[in-house]
């Protein structure tokens, strides 16, 4: 166990849909991290957030936008959803910027 | 951005060999890490290891830094190991991961 959590962990949406991934980071972490994974463009970094703040964009379509609270829980919203937006979609966490631990996924799938 | 290059694509190899990993990348790092993503799609951080040589029990990686590469090291595979290796990187300031294609690795019985 990373101690990273996503929710949920299967999504089952239509094409037009939107949806919201939910992230809590390990304790104490303050960077987030999106990252998706597909079998024709592999494991690809979106976006990062450092304390509430962006501090690095990926492949990052505009159709997705995500956030990090407070709490430092982050959301990752994906909108307008297509058939090729079916991946596995992780977030990940870290302290340092050193090691980065990832969450379990959450595997979405668009029909 | 920088380039990362894993082989061999894919390895079959029997419970109990060895297996030499590579990862290649075209810039300098700041960040390396080895994954292993097992069956059910965790992603399991094994190093984080930008330079030198690190060992836990039967998996060992070693970076060179200076010419671009990095190796892991699998000893006496067991089918548990079985799953995909990536490697991963980031040259630095406010930088994700990338990720190469990763090596294929089934153990068999």
Do not use: M
């Amino acid at each position: 166990d990373s101690g990273v959590t996503q929710t949920p962990k299967h999504l089952i949406t239509a094409t037009g849909q939107r949806v919201t991934l939910r992230c809590s980071p390990r304790s104490g972490d303050l960077s987030v991290y999106w990252y998706q994974q597909s079998l024709d463009q592999g494991l690809q970094f979106l976006i990062q957030y450092y304390n509430g703040e962006e501090r690095a964009k990926g492949n990052i379509l505009e159709r997705f936008s995500a956030q990090q609270f407070p709490d430092l829980h982050s959301e990752l919203n994906l909108s307008s959803l297509e058939l090729g937006d079916s991946a596995l979609y992780f977030c990940a966490s870290s302290a340092t910027g050193n090691t980065i631990y990832f969450g379990e996924g959450s595997w979405l799938t668009v029909v | 951005g920088i380039q990362v290059e894993q082989s061999p694509p894919d390895l079959i190899l029997q419970e109990g060999a060895n297996s030499t990993l590579r990862c290649n990348f075209s810039d300098s790092v700041n960040n390396l890490q080895w994954f292993h993503q097992n069956p059910w799609g965790q992603l399991i951080n094994l190093f984080y290891i930008p330079s030198g040589t690190k060992q836990n029990g039967r998996l060992s990686a070693t970076t060179v830094a200076t010419e671009r590469y990095s190796l892991l090291y699998i000893s006496s595979s067991q089918t548990t190991d079985s799953g995909v290796y990536f490697c991963a990187v980031s040259g630095g300031g406010a930088d994700g991961l990338t990720f190469g294609k990763g090596t294929h690795l089934i153990i068999q019985p």
